[in-house]
């Protein structure tokens, strides 16, 4: 456990409060840091010793440059080909086509 809670629970016990009560109190707290150890200065590290450069790769060799390419081509958009119909695709074909409403043949009419 850490002195903080330590001193909460002794500081509990002998003001009679809970261990909630006490971490709440203003005297507890300024008691504990009038009696709280005093934690020692960090110490600074010391530089750290400076390597030696390391030596540089002779630079590499430059490549040919490549030769370009023929532009690609446009797609062109799609054409019906000669003597036949430009026809609709099936989603077309299924959103214009409405069914017939159904009629429901036990139903007896009036």
């Known amino acids: 456990m850490t002195a903080w809670t330590e001193?909460?629970?002794?500081?509990?016990?002998?003001?009679?409060?809970?261990?909630?009560?006490?971490?709440?109190?203003?005297?507890?707290?300024?008691l504990y840091n009038k009696t709280k150890p005093a934690t020692p200065p960090k110490e600074k590290k010391s530089p750290k010793e400076k390597k030696e450069p390391k030596e540089k790769k002779p630079p590499k060799e430059k490549k040919a440059p490549k030769e370009k390419k023929a532009p690609k081509e446009k797609k062109k958009p799609y054409e019906t080909p000669p003597g036949k119909s430009g026809g609709m695709s099936h989603t077309q074909q299924v959103k214009k086509h409405k069914a017939p409403p159904v009629v429901d043949l036990d139903e007896e009419e009036n």
């Open 7 to 30: 001193h909460l629970k002794e500081y509990a016990a002998k003001n009679n409060m809970t261990y909630k009560d006490a971490m709440k109190d203003e005297k507890s707290k300024t």
